[in-house]
C-alpha cells in the first residue's frame, strides 16, 4: 500500500515535470519561430500567438499543481513564527482543508463553464473545440484540491504522533 | 462583515493566499448574485493577457542563470572594474545584485546565487559582520526597478501600461536606490583603510573574456526591445533561448539531466504567482462591479485634498502593505484598486507603477514577513534578529531614496515619451 503510494507520488512528480518542460520548451520555440518567419520572410503563423497564449494558462496551472506539490504556494504566514509548534501544525491542518474547499467549489464552477462552452460549440484557434485548451482549468483545481487534502491529513498526522510521543514522556 | 473576519484569520493563519483570495471573490459574487461560475471565466483570462509569456520565460532564463558559474563571472567582472576604489567590494557587492535581480526577477534567489560569494568575501576584506549581512540582505532585492524585472512586466500587464515605458521610468530611481546605498556603503567604511587592491586592465580583460556570452544579454533584451526589434515577450524567449545555449550548449554548466529540475522550480514560482493573479483578476472584477474604487476614491478624497497628501497617505499604505504582502500578490490585488484613485489626484500611471514597487522593495526587508530578512538568516545562519538589527540602516537609507522617488516623479518620467 505504501509502495503504491510512493510509486504514484514518483510518478505524478515525472508527469508534472515532463508537461512542464514540453510546454516551456515548446513556447521558446514557437516564440522563436515568430520572430525569425516575420524579419526574414515576412510572414507569420496565424495561431502562433493564440497558442502561446494558451501554453501559458497550462503553465500556470500545471505550475501551480507542482507548487501544491513542493509547498510552494504563497502564503502570507504571519503567525507560524510566533505560535506554538503544536499550534502551527493545527492551524496547517486547518487553512489546508480550507484550500481544499476552496479548489473543490472552483474545479466544479470551471467544470460547469465546460459543458456550457461544449454545447455552444465554442472554439479556439480557428476551429479547434475551445474546452480541449480549458480543461486544464478544472482538472487542474481537482488535483491541488487532493493535494491539498493530502496534506492536511498528513500534518494532521503528524500532530498526533507528536501529541503521542509527549504524553509518553 | 463575519465571513470577511474568518477570511482575514485564515489568511494570517498561513492559508495559500489565492484560496483566501478566490473565497473573497466568490462570496463578492454571491452577494450581487452574480453566478459564480464567472470565477472559470476570469481564470481564463490568464489566456487572454497580452505578454504575460514574458513571465515564465524571463523566470526561466533568471533560473538557468543563478544555477550556472554567470553570478561568479559577474563578481569578478565588477570586482576587475570597481574593486580599487574605497569600498570597492561593497559597491560590487550593490552593483552585482542590482544587475542580477533584474534579470532573475527579486525572488529572494540574488541572495542565495550571489550571497554566498560575496558574504565571505566581504569578511575577508575586513567589513564587519554586521555591515556585511545587511549589506548583502538588502542588495538581494536591489534592481528590481531594473528591466526586465518580473515586478515591472506583472505592473504592466494589470495596469495596461507600456512595459517598455516602465522599463525607461525604472533606470533613473534605481540608480538612485544604487548611489544612495554606495554612498552610504563608503561613508561607513571610510575608516577601514586596507590597502586597495590595484586597478589592473589585465584582471578587466580577463573577467571580460571570461563573460563574454554573458555581456550582450542586456544589448539583447534591451535593443531589442527599444529598435523596435521585438516585443518585450520576444525579448523573453530570445532571453531564455539565449542563456540556455550560454549555460547549456556553450559552458555546459547545467547538465541536461539537470534542466527538468531548473525549470520545474522556475514554474513552480510562475504557477504560485499566476494563479493569485488569475483569481485577483476576479476579485478585482467583483470589486468593480461593487463600485468599490469610486467607493475607495470619494473616502480618500474626503481626507487628502492635494496630490502631494494623497502621495503621503499612499507611500504609508504601501509600507504597510509591503510589511505583509509580497510584492507579486500586492500588485495582482492592489493595483487595480488604487489605479483609479491615483488618476483622480492627477498621478501618472508609470510614475505609480516606479512608487508601488520601490515601496514595495522595502516590503522585503520589514518584518514581520520580509522574505529576504528570512532567506538571509536561513543562508548565513544567523538569528533574525540579528539580519533585522544589521539590516536595519540599510532599510532607512531605502526608504529615503523611495520618499525621493515618489516626490520627484521627473525622475520616473523624464525618459518616458509622452510625459
Redesign the interface.
Known amino acids: 500500500m505504501k509502495d503504491t503510494l510512493a510509486r504514484l507520488e514518483a510518478a505524478g512528480r515525472f508527469v508534472e515535470s515532463a508537461a512542464l518542460v514540453v510546454l516551456l520548451g515548446s513556447m521558446i520555440l514557437l516564440s522563436v519561430a515568430q520572430i525569425v518567419l516575420r524579419q526574414l520572410f515576412d510572414g507569420s503563423l496565424v495561431w502562433a500567438d493564440e497558442l502561446i497564449k494558451i501554453i501559458v494558462l497550462w503553465l500556470a496551472m500545471v505550475g501551480s499543481i507542482a507548487a501544491a506539490r513542493d509547498n510552494r504556494h504563497i502564503r502570507i504566514d504571519l503567525l507560524s513564527h510566533i505560535m506554538p509548534p503544536g499550534m502551527v501544525m493545527l492551524a496547517r491542518v486547518t487553512v489546508d482543508m480550507f484550500a481544499a474547499a476552496v479548489c473543490a467549489v472552483i474545479a466544479w464552477q470551471a467544470w460547469r463553464y465546460l459543458q456550457l462552452e461544449i454545447e455552444f460549440g465554442e472554439t479556439v484557434l480557428v476551429s479547434k473545440p475551445a474546452w480541449i485548451a480549458h480543461i486544464i482549468v478544472p482538472a487542474a483545481f481537482l488535483i491541488i484540491c487532493y493535494r491539498f487534502l493530502v496534506d492536511s491529513a498528513l500534518e494532521f498526522r503528524r500532530f498526533l504522533t507528536r501529541a503521542k510521543a509527549r504524553s509518553d514522556k | 462583515m463575519l465571513f470577511s473576519v474568518i477570511l482575514f484569520f ?10 483566501v483570495i ?2 473573497s471573490a ?1 462570496l463578492g459574487f454571491s452577494n450581487l448574485e452574480t453566478d ?2 464567472t ?3 476570469e ?2 483570462s ?4 497580452p505578454f ?2 514574458a ?3 524571463f523566470t ?1 532564463a533568471g533560473y538557468l542563470l543563478s544555477e550556472s558559474n554567470a553570478p561568479k563571472r559577474l563578481v569578478r567582472l565588477t570586482n576587475a572594474v570597481l574593486g580599487w576604489m574605497p569600498g570597492g567590494l561593497a559597491l560590487v557587492c550593490l552593483s552585482a545584485c542590482a544587475f542580477f535581480t533584474a534579470f532573475t526577477g527579486a525572488s529572494g534567489v540574488t541572495i542565495i546565487a550571489l550571497g554566498a560569494i560575496l558574504y565571505p568575501a566581504l569578511k575577508q576584506d575586513g567589513y564587519s559582520d554586521s555591515f556585511n549581512l545587511g549589506l548583502v540582505t538588502s542588495s538581494g532585492s536591489l534592481g528590481l526597478l531594473f528591466a526586465p524585472s518580473l515586478p515591472l512586466i506583472l505592473y504592466g500587464v494589470v495596469a495596461s501600461v507600456q512595459i517598455d515605458d516602465l522599463f525607461l521610468a525604472g533606470v533613473l530611481p534605481g540608480l538612485v536606490m544604487l548611489v544612495m546605498l554606495s554612498g552610504w556603503s563608503i561613508w561607513v567604511n571610510r575608516h577601514n583603510r586596507k590597502p586597495l587592491s590595484d586597478f589592473s586592465w589585465r584582471e578587466v580583460g580577463g573577467a571580460l573574456r571570461e563573460a563574454a556570452w554573458e555581456l550582450p544579454l542586456p544589448v539583447v533584451v534591451l535593443g531589442g526591445i527599444y529598435s523596435g ?2 516585443a518585450v ?2 525579448a ?3 532571453t ?2 539565449y542563456v ?1 545555449f550560454v549555460e547549456v550548449v556553450v559552458h555546459r554548466e547545467i547538465g541536461v539531466r539537470e ?3 531548473v ?2 522550480e522556475s ?12 483569481v485577483s483578476l476576479a476579485s478585482t472584477n467583483y470589486m468593480i462591479e461593487a463600485e468599490i474604487p469610486q467607493k475607495l476614491l470619494a473616502l480618500v478624497a474626503e481626507f487628502v485634498s492635494s496630490q502631494t497628501s494623497f502621495l503621503i497617505l499612499l507611500l504609508i499604505f504601501l509600507l504597510i502593505l509591503g510589511a ?3 510584492i ?2 500586492a500588485i495582482v490585488l492592489v493595483v487595480p484598486l488604487i489605479l483609479p484613485i491615483a488618476a483622480g489626484f492627477g498621478v501618472d500611471e508609470v510614475h505609480l507603477g516606479i512608487v508601488f514597487l520601490a515601496a514595495m522593495q522595502l516590503g522585503y526587508l520589514t518584518p ?2 520580509g522574505l529576504n530578512l528570512f532567506i538571509a538568516s536561513y543562508r548565513f545562519n544567523k538569528s ?1 534578529m540579528d539580519v533585522y538589527s544589521a539590516t536595519f540602516p540599510f532599510l532607512m537609507i531605502l526608504l529615503l531614496s523611495v520618499i525621493l522617488i515618489t516626490f520627484w516623479p521627473e525622475l520616473s518620467l523624464i525618459f518616458v515619451a509622452g510625459h
Open positions: 485564515l489568511a494570517i493563519l498561513g492559508a495559500p493566499l489565492f484560496a478566490a473565497t466568490m459564480l461560475m470565477m472559470a471565466l481564470l481564463l490568464i489566456a487572454q493577457m504575460l509569456a513571465i515564465p520565460l526561466f526589434f521585438f515577450s520576444e523573453a524567449a530570445i531564455a533561448l540556455f534542466l527538468p529540475r525549470i520545474r514554474m513552480v514560482l510562475v504557477g504560485g504567482i499566476l494563479i493569485i493573479l488569475g505583509i504582502l509580497d507579486f500578490s514581520p514577513v533574525i
